[in-house]
């Protein structure tokens, strides 16, 4: 499985941003996909994950009401909104892809959120 995310970008405080992910390869046996994100001296967290074929999803609490993940199941692609962003929104965000035996990730795209 390959994933290709694009849609980071400089952004100004209460601005949108949206993330995509473009999953390719033997998608069928991916269980959940999700979006994580690395600050500068922090460990990674997640921050939305959808299961694949339930739909549901899941957010960390500090972009609940912000954030909306979202997976177009045709063409294999996720999306991350992200409404009202702050500066501490800032990191790179990663796309994942949890599969049956492994574990997924793309190369990341920088989300910076100017104050």
């Known amino acids: 499985v390959q994933l290709v995310e694009s849609g980071g970008g400089l952004v100004q405080t209460g601005g949108s941003l949206r993330l995509s992910c473009a999953a390719s390869g033997i998608t069928f046996t991916l269980v959940a996909m999700g979006w994580y994100r690395q600050a500068p001296g922090k460990q990674r967290e997640l921050v939305a994950a959808?299961?694949?074929?339930?739909?549901?999803?899941n957010y960390a609490d500090s972009v609940k009401g912000r954030f909306t993940i979202t997976r177009d199941t045709a063409t294999n692609t996720m999306y991350l909104q992200m409404n009202s962003l702050k500066p501490e929104d800032t990191a790179v965000y990663f796309c994942?892809?949890?599969?049956?035996?492994?574990?997924?990730w793309g190369q990341g795209t920088q989300v910076t959120v100017s104050s």
């Open positions: 994942n892809a949890k599969g049956v035996a492994r574990n997924y």
């Open positions: 959808i299961a694949t074929r339930s739909l549901s999803t």
